[in-house]
């Protein structure tokens, strides 16, 4: 495993998908695939274009003009626009409602009837075959996803050590596939993708594949010193639950894993790391152009003042709150309304 003291490689807690994956025709046979977006319609109508014509797509819009028009010549596609209800407390997040998008998507998936759904984001570039791949995983997996590489699309620390060259790009939501059957839910948090999968990474049950290129991301290089801040608590808790397995035996995730994170004493040191990190990314930053680097460098300091403020026993006690839930089947209640209005929207071949 590539590591440093403070930078664990994630993919090493993953297994390798290929095998899987060439075993076309032995994952599920209904598919539905979910495409959250917002103030990117042109992208939406690529990315709905390369998708496999056997699976449905439910297109998942914050509001009508993230909606193409011409949308509506696809068979079996369903659209809706926010709000979009979430699923247990707000622990704070730059993406308001992609949380509440996914679930809804969820909701679809196991109410409708499909086995699998795929989670791709608007500004990823994927292939039908690139789908059906992660889909026939599935027959091995509970979970699949491929990493995206490119701009990243991650928080604004690890943009720079990425850029760096100090940290290789994990798996997420932009491209991920799940069984229905799974019992993840999307927490309404930064990196809620990374909590969906936290269950089934303690099985052992998620399979990676190649990576996607990520195109295009709302903000500009610099991002923003408001987003920094609203991520740091997030991407601190992510971080944390991911570090937390390489200090464990594989063989003890599922038992051993929850207790550890419920701890003070962990958390202490989580912060003490994140801090070097900070440290570290300041040095990195000459490697940028200038332009980019005064936006990062308040990024930077944004962040880092929000981490400043983190409490050890806080972190404790919303990672005890993490692993306990929600769980949530979506068979009643708000999310199951929007589903079910969502559905409604089929159109027929």
């Known amino acids: 495993m590539t590591t440093t003291a403070a930078l664990p490689d994630h993919r090493a807690l993953l297994s390798d998908a290929t095998a ?21 319609p042109e992208r ?53 409602d992609l949380s509440a998008k996914r679930n809804v998507g969820l909701a679809m998936g196991r109410s409708g009837g499909y086995q699998a759904v795929v989670f791709i984001d608007d500004d990823v570039e994927v292939t039908a075959a690139d789908l059906e791949a992660m889909v026939a995983a599935l027959g091995r997996y509970t979970v699949v996803a491929r990493p995206s590489v490119g701009v990243a699309d991650h928080s604004m620390l690890y943009k720079v050590m990425g850029h760096a060259g100090l940290v290789a790009p994990f798996i997420s939501g932009s491209c991920l596939a799940a069984r229905t059957t799974y019992d993840g839910v999307f927490p309404d948090i930064y990196n809620e993708d990374w909590f969906f999968m936290w269950p089934a990474l303690c099985r052992h049950e998620i399979g990676r594949l190649g990576d996607v290129r990520q195109v295009e ?84 300091r944004a962040g880092h003042s929000s981490l400043s403020e983190l409490d050890p026993r806080e972190l404790a006690d919303i990672a005890a709150e993490l692993c306990a839930g929600p769980a949530h089947t979506f068979g009643d209640g708000d999310v199951a309304r929007a589903a079910a209005s969502a559905m409604s929207e089929r159109v027929r071949s």
């Open 20 to 40: 899987a994956a060439a075993l076309r025709g032995a994952g599920p046979q209904r598919v539905l695939v979910v495409v959250p977006t917002k103030g990117r």
């Open 217 to 300: 991301v709302a903000a500009g290089a610099g991002g923003s010193g408001l987003r920094a801040a609203a991520e740091e608590v997030g991407d601190v808790l992510a971080e944390g639950f991911l570090r937390c397995l390489h200090e464990l035996p594989a063989v003890s995730w599922a038992e051993e894993a929850e207790r550890t994170l419920r701890t003070e004493q962990f958390w202490s040191g989580a912060l003490h790391r994140r801090h070097f990190l900070y440290e570290l990314a300041y040095t990195v930053l000459d490697r940028f152009p200038g332009s980019d680097r005064e936006a990062m460098t308040d990024s930077l």
């Open 44 to 96: 939406v109508r690529r990315q709905v274009a390369v998708l496999p014509a056997d699976y449905d797509v439910a297109v998942l819009a914050t509001a009508p003009e993230d909606l193409p028009s011409d949308l509506s010549e696809r068979p079996g596609l369903m659209r809706r626009t926010g709000p979009y209800p979430n699923v247990g407390r707000s622990f704070g997040t730059p993406h308001p």
